[in-house]
């Protein structure tokens, strides 16, 4: 059996180019999305209402336009008669573990146009409230812009799986390293 001579400052040179190239290639690679800007004029909700104009609440009552994130709420409310309505912020008390006090605000809408603004709970400058009237509630929200990558700890899936070849080529190197530099070759055990 041949046997290949290494010089140790040769191993030790390999294993430091090898590493910088594989963390290189680590952090090369990852998702780059672009953030919304929090606010929205015009989203579905769930009953695939589409536009401005199919937002209602009631057959009496519609959503005209709304601005919603970063802890404040602004919405206009349009309402074809005089009616009570209450505002409750959707994400109050999410944060904390047990029961929690929905905080509601109750205004009486006048024939017309009304405009309310409101102070609500925001997380990652994402807001939601419920609008209630007599006939009906809708929630209006910011959506969510967190990810949803279960791995974005890690750098994204790319970025854990480089990592995870990164871990076994190094160590595969090692592995061969030491086969290579043991004087009687590897032994059974």
Same mark, same amino acid.
């Given at each position: 059996m041949s046997r290949v001579a290494f010089s140790k400052t040769r191993v030790v040179l390999a294993f430091a180019v090898v590493a910088i190239v594989a963390m290189g290639i680590g952090m090369g690679v990852g998702p780059v999305s672009a953030q919304d800007g929090g606010t929205q004029s015009a989203p579905g909700n769930e009953s695939n209402q589409t536009t401005l104009e199919q937002i209602s609440i009631d057959d009496q009552t519609r959503v005209v336009e709304f601005e919603i994130g970063h802890g404040d709420a602004s919405i206009v409310i349009e309402s074809e008669e005089r009616q009570p309505m209450i505002v409750?912020?959707?994400?109050?008390? *999410? %944060?904390q573990e047990g029961a929690t006090t929905v905080p509601e605000? %109750?205004?009486q809408l006048s024939e017309g146009r009304n %405009? *309310?603004?409101l102070s609500v709970a925001s997380i990652n400058g994402d807001s939601a409230v419920s609008v209630s009237t007599r006939g009906g509630t809708i929630r209006l929200s910011s959506g969510m812009?967190? /990810?949803n990558d279960p791995f974005e700890a890690f750098g994204g899936a790319s970025g854990l799986f480089s990592g995870v070849l990164m871990t076994v080529g190094i160590a595969a190197l090692a592995a061969?390293? &030491? &086969?290579?530099? %043991? /004087?009687?070759?590897v032994e059974k055990a």
């Open positions: 409750s912020d959707a994400l109050a008390g *999410i %944060e605000k %109750e205004y %405009e *309310i603004s812009s967190g /990810s061969f390293y &030491v &086969v290579k530099a %043991e /004087s009687k070759g």
